[in-house]
């Protein structure tokens, strides 16, 4: 084991959130449920989003942002050139093709209005932004450019939990953001993600994809709701957990102490560099 001066992360439970994950196992059920639609509505409201689904990672949800628009062959979707691998691979994924724009600067790691505006042809479909550590970058004038070409403007938030911009949570600013609950995210759950959007067909395809496009899902039927499903679409198997979605509910309540933790590290490093 490495021996870090500086930990890759820090992670602390509360004995509730230990408590509500043993509930869960207690409970006897594991897969997509009634803890998961709990999860999904509060996390909505936190964001102030019309509709969340809850997912197995944030790739998986950018994956069904892009599927969900009808993104495929020949399409391209506008990437930054510095960003994870997950973000091109969502866009690769449905057969568009990825094209790169640059940064602002190097004190300025997001994409640039200027840089996506010299990259854009006729086969654009849309502008895939990344939240770089969080930062909202250059999300607003982004969101307008897209708006003013006809283009989606789709949100790679999986650091941004908790970040707002222009009144409006990132995420939120686009047709669709996708957050992720990695160990290394400011609200780690171990794996785990959430696609919000406040376009409702979108919102019904991405539930669909994400559980193989069964028409009703495990719980639905165990409950008695339904007694039968149908195949609607092809689909993924991308739910998430009632384990993590039983923490994530508790620890959205404590998020906003945790960013003002990380903030005030980060003033020091600021500072002290």
């Known amino acids: 084991m490495a021996e870090w001066?500086?930990?890759?992360?820090?992670?602390?439970?509360?004995?509730?959130?230990?408590?509500?994950v043993a509930d869960t196992y207690r409970s006897g059920w594991l897969s997509q449920g009634p803890k998961v639609m709990a999860f999904e509505a509060a996390f909505a409201e936190h964001v102030g989003a019309r509709h969340a689904v809850a997912v197995a990672s944030g790739t998986a949800a950018l994956q069904l942002i892009c599927?969900?628009?009808?993104?495929?062959?020949?399409?391209?979707?506008?990437?930054?050139?510095?960003?994870?691998?997950?973000s091109a691979a969502a866009v690769v994924?449905?057969?568009?093709?990825?094209?790169f724009a640059d940064i602002g600067a190097v004190q300025r790691p997001w994409l640039s209005v200027d840089e996506v505006e010299g990259v854009l042809s006729p086969r654009t479909r849309a502008i895939l932004n990344v939240a770089y550590a969080g930062h909202p970058g250059e999300s607003l004038a982004l969101k307008e450019l897209a708006h003013s070409r006809g283009l989606a403007f789709i949100e790679d938030a999986a650091h941004a939990l908790g970040t707002r911009e222009g009144g409006l949570h990132v995420g939120t600013i686009g047709v669709a953001g996708a957050f992720s609950f990695f160990a290394n995210k400011n609200m780690a759950l171990?794996?785990?993600?959430?696609?919000?959007t406040s376009d409702p067909e979108l919102a019904v395809v991405a539930?669909?994809?994400r559980s193989h496009g069964l028409s009703t899902d495990t719980w639905a039927r165990h409950a008695g709701a339904e007694v039968d499903y149908e195949v609607l679409q092809p689909g993924f198997n991308y739910r998430l957990d009632e384990a993590r979605a039983a923490l994530?509910?508790?620890?959205?309540?404590?998020?906003?102490?945790?960013?003002?933790?990380?903030?005030?590290?980060?003033?020091?490093?600021?500072?002290?560099?």
């Open 5 to 20: 001066v500086v930990p890759l992360s820090d992670l602390s439970f509360t004995p509730e959130e230990v408590e509500a």
């Open 248 to 273: 994530g509910a508790l620890r959205l309540r404590r998020l906003g102490a945790g960013n003002d933790l990380r903030a005030a590290a980060a003033a020091v490093y600021t500072r002290e560099l």
């Open 207 to 209: 539930r669909l994809a």
């Open 93 to 99: 994924h449905t057969g568009a093709t990825p094209v």
């Open 190 to 196: 171990g794996e785990g993600g959430m696609l919000v």
């Open 67 to 86: 599927s969900g628009l009808g993104l495929g062959v020949g399409d391209e979707v506008v990437v930054p050139s510095l960003t994870f691998a997950a």
